[in-house]
């Protein structure tokens, strides 16, 4: 099956800092990638779609000038949390589709991103 | 904006009885996902539903979409301890963009 992943799994930073998200598709060229984000015993809310060559379209209530999201290649989506702070601390989900049928995603690992 | 509504949103089972979780969404769609979370880890895919009247199952669950009453619904039978987690369930609301009901916890217990 279609493999995603992420990197990091685990990421602490200072508040301030800008930390930077990848999520690839291993196994197969995704034209669209989301990016969502789960609080703690919430459910997974939509960010953005990230769209190979083009800016990303983002969410009602999601600042994209924080949470810049660049889609640089077919298999390649980073999400970079600028000027992190501890509200921003959550687990970052991508996701992608083959872009065949009935457009299954395939979800990443995560990113736990803790911000002191 | 679409809504989908899960129910319930906590579940403590009893080792060996039969459950139903449920997933309502407010507008028209013929696809339906169905997912479980561990704790700390992602989304693991459980069941895709395609069109009205689908049936899908493995193991002790089975899904189900009436796309008519706008309702899935998740059936665990025989349940056991293994099964805890949350379970998801997602509408595609256009090209792969989903919106996920708030989960439902199951603890199972002997």
Not at chain 1, 46 to 56: F, P, R, V, W, Y
Request: charged fraction near 15%.
């Amino acid at each position: 099956g279609a493999v995603v992943s992420q990197h990091p799994s685990r990421v602490i930073c200072k508040s301030g800092t800008s930390v930077k998200i990848e999520c690839r598709s291993l196994d197969f060229q995704a034209t669209t990638m989301f990016w969502y984000r789960q609080f703690p015993k919430q459910s997974l809310m939509l960010m953005a779609t990230s769209n190979e060559g083009s800016k990303a379209t983002y969410e009602q209530g999601v600042e994209k000038d924080k949470f810049l999201i660049n889609h640089a290649s077919l298999t390649l989506s980073t999400l970079t949390v600028t000027s992190a702070h501890p509200e921003d601390s959550s687990f970052y989900i991508c996701s992608a589709g083959t872009g065949f049928s009935y457009n299954e995603q395939f979800f990443g690992p995560g990113t736990r991103l803790t911000v002191l | 904006e679409l809504k989908v509504e899960q129910n319930p949103l906590f579940l403590s089972m009893q080792e060996g009885k039969n459950y139903t979780i449920y997933c309502n969404y407010s507008t028209t769609s013929d696809r339906l996902y169905w997912y479980r979370q561990d704790p700390g880890k992602s989304l693991e895919s459980l069941f895709v539903l395609l069109s009205n009247g689908a049936v899908k199952q493995e193991g002790r669950l089975m899904a189900s979409l009436d796309t008519k009453a706008r309702l899935s619904t998740l059936h665990i039978t025989a349940a056991v301890h293994d099964l805890s987690a949350t379970y998801f369930c997602a509408v595609d609301m256009s090209w792969g963009k989903f919106q996920f009901g708030a989960g439902t916890q199951v603890v199972v217990t002997p």
